[in-house]
């Protein structure tokens, strides 16, 4: 979100609660308590939504580390061969018998 629609709707925030705290108290020094208030809880939900991104991009990049360490696992042959490569090496190996077969009386 860009800076000038952030504070925009900062702005937008704050004047509607302190409307709606005046409207309900006719309090001057309520509206300030209040929008005060609102202020700090805001400022909290931004830090904790702060410290939230930080900690999920951790959380992703710790993931990333471990997908290529399975990959380097990958290069070194540590995983079993592939059903084609298996089917492939046991048809060889009839064509073989076969031939074999052929060759005796």
């Given at each position: 979100m860009p800076f000038r629609m952030f504070c925009c709707?900062?702005?937008?925030?704050l004047c509607s609660t302190a409307l709606t705290?005046?409207?309900a108290s006719h309090s001057i020094g309520t509206v300030v308590v209040t929008t005060l208030a609102c202020s700090l809880l805001l400022q909290l939900a931004y830090f904790a939504s702060v410290l939230f991104l930080i900690w999920r991009?951790?959380?992703?990049?710790?993931?990333?580390?471990?997908?290529?360490?399975?990959?380097?696992c990958k290069e070194v042959g540590s995983e079993p061969p592939d059903l084609d490569e298996a089917t492939n090496e046991?048809?060889?190996l009839r064509d073989q018998m076969l031939a074999i077969s052929l060759l005796l009386p």
């Open positions: 709707v900062l702005g937008l925030v705290v005046y409207f991009s951790g959380c992703v990049s710790r993931a990333g580390q471990r997908a290529e360490h399975f990959g380097s046991s048809a060889d």
